[in-house]
């Protein structure tokens, strides 16, 4: 379906589910990895993969756009990305795949919440509700009994709140600095940060470890760009739902590849943080990217 002014979001959502099932390919992957790769590798690679990939499209399509006068901005922007995967990862090697996902959508009721602090927007009734359902399903889903949470869905929430961060930022930057200028400094700055702890730690790969590395910094990083390039074509609000097909990558994935059986306390839970991460996006007006 094409939009008013020109949008085509049929493209626009197939970009998104074509995004989907790469970054859910990316954490697959990566499970096949040799148990006695340092963690610090990983990242490393996954950001040597971006810096790489984007620095050619950069060198093919303007030179220029490697540099920017807003420099500062553009190294807490990729301090902040290497934040975020660092415990987005983390999170994957020790849940499920669809816990895992899940945990991903709760950036949305985390800008909610944030907002009001960082932009002094107002929040509505609904939008509150929204936002204290959302994570009552969190600790629905992540079957919590007692008063503490399991180590795996403290890195996905915390990974979720550096998201929500990223995309404050996102508004910021996206005013004067292009896309690629931004995916360039996030590969750039990521990797100088985790090439101290690469190198400290750095253990012999086998070929087939190198080619998982490879795999998955590919996957990630188009993915990455697909989904940036879903929102030029389409409207925010149409494509909303688009991105919550992750979850059915990672049930998949996760009931054939690794027979993992999700409980009914985790498909409730994630219900919950579907629905209530879509009210919460509805609230919002469109940005473009």
């Not at 503490?148 to 600095?177: D, H, K, M, P, Y």
């Not at 027979?259 to 009914?264: D, G, H, N």
Request: glycine letters at 10%.
């Amino acid at each position: 379906m094409t939009g008013a002014g020109g949008a085509n979001n049929r493209y626009g959502a197939a970009l998104l589910v074509a995004a989907a099932a790469l970054f859910s390919a990316d954490v697959v992957v990566l499970r096949f990895l040799s148990p006695e790769v340092p963690f610090a590798q990983i990242i490393f690679f996954r950001s040597f993969c971006q810096l790489v990939i984007v620095a050619l499209w950069i060198g093919w399509k303007s030179p220029a756009l490697y540099l920017s006068e807003r420099w500062g901005r553009l190294l807490v922007r990729g301090l902040t990305s290497l934040v975020c995967w660092w415990l987005y990862y983390a999170s994957f090697q020790k849940l499920d795949l669809a816990l895992a996902s899940t945990l991903t959508f709760t950036t949305s009721l985390f800008v909610v919440g944030l907002a009001p602090l960082l932009l002094g927007e107002k929040i509505n009734r609904t939008r509150k509700l929204t936002t204290a359902l959302g994570f009552f399903g969190v600790i629905l889903a992540s079957g919590v009994t007692g008063f503490t949470l399991e180590t795996g869905v403290l890195l996905g929430l915390g990974s979720a709140l550096a998201a929500a961060i990223l995309i404050f930022q996102n508004r910021v930057l996206a005013r004067t600095e292009h896309t690629a200028t931004i995916m360039f400094w996030i590969g750039l700055v990521a990797t100088i940060g985790t090439l101290p702890g690469a190198v400290a730690g750095w253990t012999a790969l086998a070929l087939g470890d190198i080619v998982i590395l490879s795999a998955a910094g590919i996957l990630a990083t188009v993915g990455m760009l697909f989904t940036v390039e879903a929102y030029r074509f389409g409207e925010v609000s149409a494509l909303a739902t688009f991105p919550y097909t992750r979850i059915f990558f990672a049930l998949a994935a996760g009931y054939f590849i690794f027979s993992e059986v999700p409980t009914l306390r985790e498909v409730i839970g994630t219900v919950i943080i579907v629905i209530c991460g879509l009210a919460a996006r509805e609230h919002r007006r469109p940005v473009t990217p």
